[in-house]
T-cell receptor
C-alpha cells in the first residue's frame, strides 16, 4: 500500500511565525504535491515537484516555499504565517505522468494561524 | 477560465442509488478523476475516465461524455459508510489537475 504521511494532523501557530509542514512517501514516487483545501473551494495547488531539488509553482504559491532534498520528502514552508493561511494542507504523491496518474494523499494538516 | 461544477450537497437513503454529476469547461481534456474524501481524512482514488462511456467497479460506476463536458459517479446499494465528499478533477491540456469543490453526500437510514 502506498503511504503518505504528514508530520502533524493539527497545528496552531501565531502570525509571523515560520511554519514547516513535512510530507513523506514510501513508494519511490517521482512527483509530490502540496495543496490547500478550503470550504466551498476545490483543492488548490500550491507547489509541486517532479524530481529531487526540482519545484514548480502551482496556482497559489504566494507566501509559500518548498524544499525537496530527498525523493521521499517534500516540505512546505510558510515564511511568515498569516491568518489567511489558516487551512487544511494536503500532500500527495504520484508516479509517472504528473497530470494523469493517480495521486495518493496524506491525511492532511489542519493549520490555524492566530 | 477553467471551471468544474458539482452540486454542493446531496442526500440519499441507505440502499438506494445516487448519481453525482460533474460538468467541466477546461482548456483541453486528458482525463477525469473521481476521489472520495471522508470527513477529516485524505481523498482516495475511485476512478479515472479518459474515453467516453461507463466504467463499472463494484457498487460504483463512472460515466464520461467528452462532447458534453460531463461526467457522473453512480453509487448503488448505498451504505452509511458512503457518506463522504466526492471530488471531481479534470486533467487539462497542460496535464494540470483542475479540481471541483466536491459534493457532500449524506446518507440517511
Amino acid at each position: 500500500d502506498v503511504k503518505v504521511t504528514q508530520s502533524s494532523r493539527y497545528l496552531v501557530k501565531r502570525t509571523g511565525e515560520k511554519v514547516f509542514l513535512e510530507c513523506v512517501q514510501d513508494m519511490d514516487h517521482e512527483n509530490m504535491f502540496w495543496y490547500r483545501q478550503d470550504p466551498g473551494l476545490g483543492l488548490r495547488l500550491i507547489y509541486f515537484s517532479y524530481d529531487v531539488k526540482m519545484k514548480e509553482k502551482g496556482d497559489i504559491p504566494e507566501g509559500y516555499s518548498v524544499s525537496r532534498e530527498k525523493k521521499e520528502r517534500f516540505s512546505l514552508i510558510l515564511e511568515s504565517a498569516s491568518t489567511n493561511q489558516t487551512s487544511m494542507y494536503l500532500c500527495a504523491s504520484s508516479s509517472g505522468n504528473i497530470g494523469s496518474d493517480t495521486q495518493y494523499f496524506g491525511p492532511g494538516t489542519r493549520l490555524t494561524v492566530l | 477560465g477553467q471551471n468544474i461544477d458539482q452540486p454542493t450537497e446531496m442526500t440519499a437513503t441507505e440502499g438506494a442509488i445516487v448519481q453525482i454529476n460533474c460538468t467541466y469547461q477546461t482548456s483541453g481534456f486528458n482525463g477525469l478523476f473521481w476521489y472520495q474524501q471522508h470527513a477529516g481524512e485524505a481523498p482516495t482514488f475511485l476512478s479515472y475516465n479518459v474515453l467516453d462511456g461507463l466504467e463499472e467497479k463494484g457498487r460504483f460506476s463512472s460515466f464520461l461524455s467528452r462532447s458534453k463536458g460531463y461526467s457522473y459517479l453512480l453509487l448503488k446499494e448505498l451504505q452509511m459508510k458512503d457518506s463522504a465528499s466526492y471530488l471531481c478533477a479534470v486533467v487539462d491540456s497542460n496535464y494540470q489537475l483542475i479540481w471541483g469543490a466536491g459534493t457532500k453526500l449524506i446518507i440517511k437510514p
